[in-house]
């Protein structure tokens, strides 16, 4: 594991201008750290959730104008894609890097996962840690402070994830950049892996796994 930390750099990265130019700067400094984090946490996250986890590096393959604004490696229980499945993440906005446990739109279960979690809320509502954070959109970079919802306002961000077709709900934490550069890199592995274990009853509900 050739891993050493993340570095001011690599969220420099997404500073800048040109697809072509940050393209080039992703792959050459992020990249290959997001897939040395691939290797060391898809066995971590087999052993956590009972399923087989592959690991799959964000390649921004689709775009053509617009430079990705943040990126990732995702964990899914399948070898050829992710984001059609309950997954975790790890990755960076320029501001902070996210861990994050996540069912995003193209889930076509969202309905019946929702269901699921909403049967369970009390007991998640009382799990997560108040220091965890919430999402409702992957694409954008503000989140939700799990001890800053009430029981009720929880409850209806669980049930619109079933009721909204764009819906997405993502679960997990994040540090400041600041933060970040300054950990060693065993400290933030230890973090990431403290991360998973907390959000893995999530992925058990949402995949309906006793």
């Keep these: 594991m050739d891993f050493n930390g993340f570095k001011n750099e690599d969220f420099q990265v997404f500073h800048i201008d040109g697809l072509e130019a940050r393209m080039e700067a ?14 060391h946490f898809a066995p971590t996250l087999s052993t956590v959730t009972g399923d087989e986890m592959f690991a799959h590096v ?34 960076l906005w320029s501001t902070h890097l996210f861990i994050w446990f996540a069912i995003i739109y193209e889930a076509p279960q969202k309905t019946e996962i929702a269901a699921r979690l909403t049967k369970k809320s009390n007991k ?37 994830l079933g009721t909204v077709k764009k819906a997405e709900l993502l679960c997990g934490f994040e540090i400041d950049r600041e933060k970040v550069i300054q950990m060693e890199a065993d400290e933030f592995l230890q973090l990431v892996s403290n991360v998973f274990v907390t959000v893995a009853p999530l992925y058990k509900i949402a995949q309906n796994i006793n």
């Design 124 to 160: 998640i509502y009382k799990e997560i840690p108040k220091n965890f954070v919430w999402s409702l959109d992957h694409m954008k970079p503000e989140s939700v402070e799990h001890g800053k919802l009430s029981k009720e306002e929880f409850r209806s961000m669980l049930e619109r």
């Design 26 to 39: 992703l792959i050459e400094r992020v990249r290959p750290k997001l897939e040395n984090l691939g290797h």
């Design 58 to 91: 964000a390649k921004h393959a689709r775009r053509t104008i617009n430079p990705p604004k943040d990126t990732w490696v995702a964990f899914a229980n399948n070898p050829r894609g992710y984001k059609m499945l309950p997954h975790f993440q790890i990755g």
